[in-house]
């Protein structure tokens, strides 16, 4: 197993340009999640799903889009970039998610270092 | 605002020594999870505990959890140079699917 994988591992905007950060994984979780990391910082909640065709939004949304089509893939939207959202992006994954109830150990990808300038 | 609180924030101390570490939380959860982030990388889970569990195990983990005053310890015994690295914890609310992170405490240990 792959694990969770995430790609690009550095990028650098402009401000106003969009891109798509990419994650997958290969253990059939139904949970993702895609959180930033701030220098100094934990780690916030972006979005999050419970399985295919599900989203719901986390603690700092605003920005960002997410679709969930198959339980594999989860890729992050930044619509109009900002300077703002410089940050190292992780995304994450669970067993538990839909009809599991409650939440389980995540697994994380090794992140994708955004600068935007 | 974060759910978890960790603290101290830094820690150093010597290799062989113990290092404790303190969470704190705001609601109700179902369980209560420890990781640990080497500089730069993803993070790595250690230790999950549930709300109906008090204390738990793991190698030279210590975790307790004490839901009364909802806050948990970290305790790693017996530390090597090799544990240097930020530790966070994290919650997820009853009744939810989102996880909150606290803000870190960054351990070294020096050889």
Known sequence: NAGVTQTPKFQVLKTGQSMTLQCAQDMNHEYMSWYRQDPGMGLRLIHYSVGAGITDQGEVPNGYNVSRSTTEDFPLRLLSAAPSQ???Y???????G?????????YFGPGTRLTVL | SQQGEEDPQALSIQEGEN???NCSYKTS??????????????????ILIRSNEREKHSGRLRVTLDTSKKSSSLLITAS???DTASYF???DKTGTYKYIFGTGTRLKVLA
């Open chain 2, 80 to 82: 090597r140079a090799a």
């Open chain 1, 86 to 88: 410089t940050s190292v």
């Open chain 2, 89 to 91: 914890c994290a919650t």
């Open chain 1, 90 to 96: 992780f995304c994450a994954s669970s067993p538990r």
């Open chain 1, 98 to 106: 839909l009809g599991g109830g409650r939440t389980d150990t995540q």
């Open chain 2, 19 to 21: 290092a404790t570490m």
């Open chain 2, 29 to 46: 959860i179902n369980n209560l999870q420890w990781y640990r982030q080497n500089s730069g990388r993803g993070l790595v889970h250690l």
